[in-house]
């Protein structure tokens, strides 16, 4: 009998995805954006961010090793309980600890509980999605993410412009533990594997084996992480750092109108992710260059829009909708590496192997968003600039790609 891809497991970790990244959505759209408010600094801005994804730098590829050694539904579980923890923990102290402090170790802990919660998702794939089905089952999570992050930015935006952070955090609070008790029911093939070592031997061990794996036997995901690595300095986090400062000080618009590009921006990925699951059979790697290509042009309309100085609403049009295409391109191409990755990694490898490209392909986006921080309030008013230069940067990546492409 041929296995469906919505079997029961799967679509329980589909349905608790979408609580459990609804609640992230809103927080990281919440979080970032209050800081801003705050402290007015495009510069403080962007070193908090970069601050904020260190944890999850590190701890994406512990949380690969200990996806293939541990019980992937009790990690989902015991993140999820521990995050509603966090949100409540920080609703209750925000009154009275230095706020700029207890936010940025907030936001930290919160990118690190993501970067220990995504392995174990990703690994489970191959588990509960057999043969044809394992990119059509990236797709639909893919689709689930693009899904929270449409309508969190959207609800966000009404309930922190209406009422303030509080209602944020409490309906946050309330996504996590739904999303625990939900996974409480999900059943995930689980074979242990043999320890006898410390845990930190464990991860060195683990972790040298997946590099090994990636160095030696798979040099091609090793090749295409230093070029996620430079796009993501050049183009990832020019859209974390760049749109809020653009859309709320440069235009001069309110927390409504930055929701609503926000949510358009997740629309363009869940229509990238609802594309990748229709197309899947016919998406192939080699197909990655263009796609990237499109990404680096799609800044130059941005940046001429600002430089000709056009009216902020036309301007906000600009914006929006070249970030929603930008997502869309963007998810196709994350779709398809990581099928790529998961469908060359062993069983046995597939949780350390993603987290490593997770964790590596991440390590440049702090620096990317420390430098945006800093240019955004060094060329204020010149903001255009910096959209044209980073539009040709990324050009010159996405050309490397695609010669990589080529020689698959």
């Not at 509980?113 to 990119?135: K, M, N, R, T």
């Not at 160095?215 to 986090?237: Q, T």
């Not at 046995?348 to 490593?356: D, E, H, I, Q, Y």
Request: hydrophobic content about 55%.
């Amino acid at each position: 009998m041929k296995q469906k891809l919505f079997s029961r497991d799967f679509t329980l970790v589909v349905i608790g995805q979408i609580i459990s990244l609804f609640g992230n959505a809103i927080l990281r759209f919440a979080l970032p954006l209050y800081l801003l408010d705050i402290s007015g600094s495009p510069k403080l801005f962007g070193l908090c961010s970069a601050l904020s994804f260190l944890p999850m730098i590190v701890l994406t590829p512990m949380g690969g090793v200990v996806a293939d050694r541990v019980n992937k539904q009790r990690i989902m579980v015991v993140l999820d309980f521990f995050t509603c923890a966090l949100v409540t923990g920080f609703t209750v102290f925000m009154g009275f600890a230095p706020l700029i402090p207890l936010l940025v170790c907030t936001l930290m802990l919160l990118y690190g509980i993501s970067g220990a919660y995504q392995p174990a998702v990703q690994a489970s794939l191959p588990l509960l999605c057999a043969g044809d089905h394992l990119l059509a089952g990236n797709a639909v999570i893919n689709q689930v993410s693009a899904l929270s992050g449409l309508l969190g930015p959207i609800i966000g935006s009404v309930l922190y412009s209406a009422f303030g952070l509080t209602p944020v955090l409490i309906v946050a609070a309330i996504c996590f533990f739904a999303s625990a008790v939900m996974e409480l029911f999900i059943r995930i093939p689980h074979t242990p594997q043999p320890g006898g070592a410390s845990a930190l031997a464990v991860v060195r061990d683990d972790l040298k084996q997946s590099l090994r794996f990636i160095r030696r036997e798979k040099p091609v995901l090793g090749r295409y992480i230093v070029l996620i690595c430079a796009f993501n300095v050049f183009l990832s986090a020019l859209l974390i750092i760049g749109l809020p400062v653009i859309v709320k000080t440069t235009l001069g618009l309110n927390d409504l109108w930055y929701g609503f590009q926000q949510a358009a921006m997740a629309a363009g990925g869940l229509i990238g992710g609802v594309l990748a699951g229709v197309l899947a059979r016919r998406l192939n790697i080699r197909h990655t260059g263009l796609l990237l290509h499109l990404c680096a042009v799609g800044l130059v309309p941005i940046g001429l829009a600002l430089l000709f100085g056009l009216p902020e609403h036309v301007s906000y049009a600009v914006v929006t909708l070249v970030s929603a295409v930008l997502m869309a391109c963007a998810t196709l191409f994350q779709v398809q590496v990581l099928a790529f990755a998961q469908g060359v990694t062993p069983q046995a490898l597939t949780g350390k192997v993603l987290a490593c490209l997770m964790a590596l392909s991440m390590c440049a986006q702090p620096v990317g968003q420390a430098m945006y921080g800093t240019l955004f309030e060094a060329l204020t008013g010149n903001e255009g600039w910096i959209l044209i230069g980073a539009a040709c940067a990324a050009l010159l990546i996405a050309r490397q790609a695609h010669r990589l492409a080529k020689d698959l």
